[in-house]
T-cell receptor
Framework: ETGVTQTPRHLVMGMTNKKSLKCEQH?????MYWYKQSAKKPLELMFV???????ENNSVPSRFSPECPNSSHLFLHLHTLQPEDSALYLC????????????FGSGTRLTVV | AQSVAQPEDQVNVAEGNPLTVKCTYS??????LFWYVQYPNRGLQFLLK??????LVKGSYGFEAEFNKSQTSFHLKKPSALVSDSALYFC???????????FGRGTSLIVHP
């Protein structure tokens, strides 16, 4: 275990469903991220929650909606997804200013049918 | 803008032989460079980083990487490969102005017994 926990590990959902992915870290980190991993493509940064940076990723469709209620929890709400949204969704966290490395969760394997 | 290129989708090496996984980068200013490894059904694990100092950086599991500023490269190396090193390897870079790295698309390392 890395200290970043993602649930569920696997999710199959229909295109009309609404579901949420959860990420939790108790490492005392101050920044959390959602990444999308598709085969043979670079990791795609979707959302950032950090006191130090604001990233507007306008390429992420509105059917993905993040929520960060506190510094330990991060959610990704999903609705009316498309089959091309099937991928591994990774959560990562990072300590505060001056640190460099990310700690990743094991990911949620999402399949949209 | 910052970018990373991992020119090989797959690297095959025999157990006991040296291995190299290639990475080149483009970034404004001084680069911060990282290697991560991903085992099946897992998130990414941090291997090593270059921030400043010696061009040869040593990391986890016997891996090392050499920073070459003139060639803008940061190749991952190991003197003697193990079957258990078989995994997906990601190179990442960020410039000094952001805490958010850009990842490559990954290189699959296969070590044959």
């Amino acid at each position: 275990e890395t200290g970043v926990t993602q649930t569920p590990r696997h999710l199959v959902m229909g295109m009309t469903n609404k579901k949420s992915l959860k990420c939790e870290q108790h490492l005392g980190h101050n920044a959390m991220y959602w990444y999308k991993q598709s085969a043979k493509k670079p990791l795609e940064l979707m959302f950032v929650y950090s006191l130090e940076e604001r990233v507007e990723n306008n390429s992420v469709p509105s059917r993905f909606s993040p929520e960060c209620p506190n510094s330990s929890h991060l959610f990704l709400h999903l609705h009316t997804l498309q089959p091309e949204d099937s991928a591994l969704y990774l959560c990562a966290s990072r300590p505060g200013q001056g640190s460099y490395g990310y700690t990743f969760g094991s990911g949620t394997r999402l399949t949209v049918v | 803008a910052q970018s990373v290129a991992q020119p090989e989708d797959q690297v095959n090496v025999a157990e006991g032989n040296p291995l190299t996984v290639k990475c080149t980068y483009s970034v404004s200013g001084n680069p911060y460079l990282f290697w991560y490894v991903q085992y099946p059904n897992r998130g990414l694990q941090f291997l090593l980083k270059y921030i400043t100092g010696d061009n040869l950086v040593k990391g986890s599991y016997g891996f090392e990487a050499e920073f070459n500023k003139s060639q803008t490269s940061f190749h991952l190396k190991k003197p003697s490969a193990l079957v258990s090193d078989s995994a997906l390897y990601f190179c990442a870079v960020r410039g000094g102005g952001s805490y958010i790295p850009t990842f490559g698309r990954g290189t699959s390392l296969i070590v044959h017994p």
